[in-house]
């Protein structure tokens, strides 16, 4: 015994070690520690009985049952060897009930076949399967070691050493997947370490072999058994919700979990912490455990592969320092260049594109369909804005679950983000879509007519800027050398105008035989007549029409569409025509007659 | 301080059955079970030694009487009334002192007033009390049991960590354990897994392993070395429970 007088502290339970305290470790916290039941290995509950040794070794005489290992993989472990070949095995013998059942009986060689495929190095092999003796028994690689859960008892892992572990059981899984195994049960106690420190993962498949759907009697014997149907802890949110529907990624979130318990020391349970908050790592480590973790399976990595080579990714550049990577992290988190991406989209692509739905709004207004180019003018801007949402919380590792967007790193940084985000981008974008084409029509200002602003103009006369036409007519009618003559324009606007009020009418906005249509063609003859300098033609339009525009009117203030002064209106127009058209000698209502020259 | 005398036979010499139970089970009478009482006297010498120092003497004198108190009591028939079914050697050994103290204190009176000797029966296992000797219980009084229980659980803690030792070294892995063995107190140890992997030139999961399977077999041994020291059927956890309550008041 050591007698030296010891002044130190202990390291665990800080009260002063005793001076004759033997090899000077603290006797309380040695005997406490061992005087705790046994870490793992126990049976949950205690209520699942591991068969006598010697029951076993009748049920298996070709093995020398060696000891009891454990309760794992809702079954009890032997060590056992094989004296033909000299080779250390485990022998997992599922709960006897089940050997019972004839329709579990047949699962379990189906499935244990598909698991006796598989053959990789971090997989523990399956030997043998079958029954003997009342039991459903697996023969498996005899794994010198330890799980993950007894590893993590004898001390957290430290980051390099988690960073270490993850890519083999990747690896591990990445294999399984494509032979289309899924573990659907993994958590640290199947994750075995040997004392080569080398990963290998038991009880591929297990969970679906004992809870294949439909199948209650096994559940319920294993839940009689007192042995865990897995951990709700590791389980993906969809395999808890809808067991039938989980493929390779439920082992991937699972992954997620396993690896979060390994740098944090905890579980990432409710508003659970960026790993980074917890360990001395690199941030970037967060966004892949987020990932995985995300809710929604489409939000994963979509392979184990994919974790793999993150998680490799992180150590190939990452220099070999660790304590300046957190500065260099903080400064340069992982989410960012998505972000970048995003904000670039928002902040050049999408201006640009509202620009061009500014500039084609007033082509399509000139057209007539003004309330749809309104429309299209709203709506681009705000399915941009959409868009760019929608981009941006997707870019974001995990954004869109729950529970690793509670937990999301600092709050203030996050707030600003998701400001800048779903406000800020898409309200810039309204303004800019919106702003654009209100200055682009005040350049090109709509045509009077269309603007319901405007008083109707009953007999179409008001938009005309001509005076009545007279004998001054002439005088306007020799066309400049430079442009077209005014008549010539005033034509060309007539056309213009009466084009759009068709398509107007196509679209039910005004009458297709209406007095807006009417006045349009009036003008658009009265025009035509001007150009070739026939006055005569000019008042015989304007009667003709004024009359046309006349009777209409009558109609419609005979049914109170309209009112008296527009009625009037009307009748002055179809007076100053007759007497303008006095001045012709009577001829064919539509007759060209040349001015006398 | 130097360190006490414990004889040779004491050290790491492990136990193949419940010696206590086998002593308790011959009471005491056979070959077998004589040389069982032998071996957990030797075993457990520490804490009589220690409890017999406490009381001011020196460890010379301490040494002596602890010496004599084993010879009388491997000589003496007093287990004859031993009853199996209960009692642990820890309190049987307690009794025994105390009751070992009380005579030599009357002896050492009886001489002083010239008279004889008469020695008194050792007490049965369970048996605490020390029974008619009310006036000189005194002597021990001022030594708590407790400090004895200490003291036992001192030297049994010894006696797993040098087993454990012992069956390291015979692996070829005493660097391994002198390397790993802080970390048989908890988990909240400042101390680097890492740093230990690259002594040991392990990796960091290979050291993981190794610390598990240290504690693991340290319990086991831990619980064995208890077994021999309590009747058969006996709760194991109950006594180690009881020592680390010991530990943790003291």
Known sequence: MNTQLNLNPCPQCGTPIPGDAPQGLCPRCVLARAATPTEGGSPAGGRLVAPALEVVAAAFPTLEILE???????????????PQLGRLVALKLLPQSLGADPAFAERFQREARCLARLHHPNIVNVYEFGQSGGFCYLLLEYVDGVNLRQAMQAGRFSPKEALAIVPAICGALQYAHEQGVLHRDIKPENILLDTQGTVKLADFGIAKLLREPGDTHAELTLTQTGSRLGTPHYMAPEQVENPGSVD??????????????LLTGELPLGRFAAPSAKADLDARVDAIVFRALAKERELRQQSAGEVRTDVEGLSQAQPPGAGGSRAVSDAAPNPWPHRLFWLLLGLVVLPVAAVIAAILAPILM????????????????????????????QSRPGAAQAQPRAAWNPWPRRVFWSVIGLVVLPGLLIVIGLIVPIVAFRQHPLPPAIDSSLPEAADGGLPNPLPAPNAKLPAVLPAGPSGPSPSARKRQLAGEQLEMLRKQAEVGLVAPRGQEILGAERDLAVAEAEVRGDAAAVAAARLTYA?????????????GKVSASELYSAKTAVADAEIASQQFPPAGTNTVTPLPR | MSHPATPPAARGGAFVTTRWSCVLEARGASPAARAALGELCAAYWSPVFRFLCCEGRS???????????????LAGDSLAHADPAQGRFRSYLLGAVKHFLADQRQREGALKRGGGTTTLPLPGPGDTEVTGCGEIADVTAMVPDSYFDRQWAFTLMDRALTRLAEEMAADDKSTQFNRLKPWLVGDALALSQSEAARELRLSEGAVKVAIHRLRK????????????TIPAGTDISGELRYLVEVLATG
């Open chain 1, 68 to 82: 009891l290992l454990g309760f794992g993989g809702m079954g009890v472990v032997y060590k056992a060897r094989q």
């Open chain 1, 248 to 261: 390779h990624r439920a082992d991937i979130y699972s992954l997620g979990v396993v690896f979060y318990e």
């Open chain 1, 366 to 393: 000139k057209g007539g369909v003004r309330s749809f180019g309104g429309l299209i003018v709203a709506l681009v801007p705000m399915v941009a804005g959409a868009a760019l949402v929608l981009g941006y919380r």
């Open chain 1, 547 to 559: 009359n046309s525009i006349l009777a209409i009117m009558q109609r419609l203030f005979d049914n």
């Open chain 2, 59 to 73: 460890e010379d004198i301490a040494r002596e009487l602890t010496q004599e108190f084993f010879a009388r009591m």
């Open chain 2, 217 to 228: 077999r340290f319990r086991e041994i831990l619980r064995e070395e208890v077994a021999q």
